[in-house]
């Protein structure tokens, strides 16, 4: 029997909450409704500030953000439920992801810090919520990320076929399938990030649309081979990353070391090119001669940095996850319905292949309404 889930997602870029309704048994995932619901403009200003590095921050102001994204991931629950006409006593389980407020898998004190009180989307929501899917992967020595490959494997594998699936947030990760080992995937590089910030500072824009500004520009050598010279691109996995490390802090600094001034427009074009490269590189070192590279969130909608990568891997087909029967807006809120199913049916969410733990465990605490 199938059962409803829905799954909470809110990514590096930090501007709303992607929540799915998906239909779910042991052997079947299908997504049956979906929105985005963009964070209030106080939260995103609150967000901006404490993941900007920049200031520190009182216990206050981060108690008072658990509380503000807990509501937020509550009410997307509740809209959507709304949406789809599907009442809370039908949705066996809400798997919520939390905004990532601090990542940091490596060193003596490896911690991973998710925000958004799961007690009040299970009171509110009067769904059971499951959450906190990262640190028991970490506990047992993994980097607590990626999650989505093993739903990667259960929703885009296909036997003997060489593919990989390319999320695009922030920070794009890379699932490898159908290579005869076992199932990888890790953290690439910078995704969206760092050009959503460059476009914010000059064009007061979210984002650049399809990539035109960028395309419009001119990569630099020397800023690019400063970017990919950063010991994070060269690293083996398992590994993952986020904002501690690609942030406007450190592209500052990337510019600043440079004996000659870059345009704007062309600092883009590097930016795109950077993320760009960054995937290439890790195509050429883990999955030569794939046949298939599936591309899933934000930057799906980036034409410029699709047809870059079409470009750079010419052997091998750049499509949408659409093409394999997954919106590619959706896919890793789909994947945390997934894993909220694999939790309460006591099954292992993590892969040691991928996230370099100890061994295979249940993820997540479970809260009831």
Known sequence: ??????????????????????????THSSVLEALCMPFPESLRAALARIMSRNEAILLRDMGELDRELGLAFANAAMT??????????????????????????EGDRPFTWQAGDPNIIAARTGVVTVADFRRKDMALGGQGAPLVPAFHQAVFGKHGTRRGILNIGGIANLTILGDGGPIRGFDVGPGNCLMDIWCQRHLGKEFDRDGEWAAGGQPDSELLASFLGHPFIQREPPKSTGREIFNEAWLEGRLQSLVHRVNARDVQATLLEFTARCVLDSMDKHLPQAELLAVCGGGTHNRALLDRLQVLLPGCRVCSTMELGLDPDWVEGAAFAWLAHRTLSGATGNLPSVTGASHATVLGGIYHP
């Not at 029997?1 to 042991?26: H, K, N, P, R």
């Not at 959507?80 to 809400?94: C, D, G, H, Q, T």
Request: net charge negative; glycine share 10%; charged share 15%.
């Open 80 to 105: 959507l439920m709304s949406k789809a006409s599907v009442p809370a006593s039908r949705v066996k389980a809400i798997g919520s992801h939390g905004q990532t407020i601090f990542h940091s898998p």
């Open 1 to 26: 029997m199938a059962d409803y889930f829905i799954g909470l997602m809110s990514g590096t870029s930090a501007d709303g909450v992607d929540a799915v309704l998906c239909e779910i048994s042991d």
